[in-house]
């Protein structure tokens, strides 16, 4: 894998923001396009990607209330099984 920061321009959630001590940001990798999310557990200093669902990305991106914004990434985060992103590059 190889990620690929979205931009601004490309997504208006490029940066969808943090909960429960992680801080996200989407892209895709940049040889097959699959969406992916760069997960920084600031606490842990640990780093890592996750691919994400496309329905996952289209829900972050149709979700305007930051509220449920950080309620949706913790649910997604919480639902890996765990608190360690799973693959580095």
């Known amino acids: 894998?190889?990620?690929?920061?979205?931009?601004q321009e490309m997504s208006p959630?490029?940066?969808?923001?943090?909960a429960d001590g992680v801080e996200f940001t989407l892209g895709?990798?940049?040889n097959c396009k699959q969406h992916l999310m760069h997960c920084w557990v600031v606490?842990?200093?640990?780093?890592g990607?996750?691919?994400?669902?496309?329905?996952?990305?289209e829900k972050l991106c149709t979700t305007s209330d930051h509220q449920?914004?950080?309620?949706?990434?913790?649910?997604w985060w919480n639902?890996?099984?765990s608190q360690?992103?799973?693959?580095?590059?």
């Open 49 to 57: 990607y996750e691919i994400v669902e496309n329905s996952f990305a």
């Open 84 to 89: 360690e992103p799973a693959s580095e590059l």
């Open 28 to 30: 895709t990798c940049a």
């Open 13 to 18: 959630l490029a940066d969808p923001g943090k």
């Open 1 to 7: 894998m190889s990620f690929q920061r979205l931009t």
């Open 79 to 81: 639902s890996l099984g």
């Open 68 to 75: 449920s914004r950080k309620e949706l990434l913790a649910d």
């Open 43 to 47: 606490a842990a200093a640990s780093e």
